[in-house]
């Protein structure tokens, strides 16, 4: 664990009540009816979860992995799209078909508690203002840190390995 994911799991920053949402399934409901070339003619591919997965295939609507067998697709999402900034992002994430999506009330979701993730912090203009890895409890720390910042906005979960985008945590 880096120095500052340690710092912020002992700092006595205050708790800030955080909204996570997953992605709207709606743009995604009519892909799951096109066939296999044309999804790989727009740059998506269909996925069946197997039994044992090995990367989880964790869906960005449900923020839960699938279960053996759901289908699901591979698209490009564009997570940061703010004008004038360098940090414009895009990435592949998975779609489970008919997900519902994830709205907790301050709750964080099992997909980003259970390992190491890259933790971003962004200002209202798009620019990235931390980074850091961190998992578990650690990164419900670190949240609470940043968000004890004015300038901190938003801030962005990303898988530690891949990079993916998983979620945006946002001040409830």
Not at 55 to 84: M, Q, T, W
Request: charged fraction near 25%; include cysteine.
């Amino acid at each position: 664990m880096s120095a500052i994911a340690t710092l912020a799991r002992t700092s006595s920053a205050q708790h800030t009540p955080v909204a996570i949402s997953g992605l709207s399934y709606a743009p995604y409901a009519s892909l799951f009816s096109l066939t296999d070339a044309e999804l790989e003619a727009r740059g998506m591919r269909r996925y069946f979860a197997p039994e044992n997965p090995a990367i989880g295939y964790p869906c960005r609507v449900s923020l839960a992995f699938a279960k053996p067998g759901e289908e699901l697709l591979l698209v490009n999402y564009r997570h940061l799209d703010k004008p004038g900034t360098p940090y414009r992002s895009e990435g592949p994430i998975f779609i489970r078909r008919n997900a519902v999506a994830f709205a907790k009330a301050d709750a964080y979701p099992e997909i980003i508690m259970q390992r190491e993730m890259s933790v971003r912090a962004y200002d209202a203009a798009g620019f990235m203002l931390e980074g850091e890895l961190a998992e578990k409890e650690g990164l419900k720390a670190l949240v609470d840190t940043w968000f004890a910042r004015a300038d901190v906005a938003h801030v962005d979960i990303h898988s530690a390995r891949r990079g993916c985008f998983f979620c945006r945590i946002e001040r409830a």
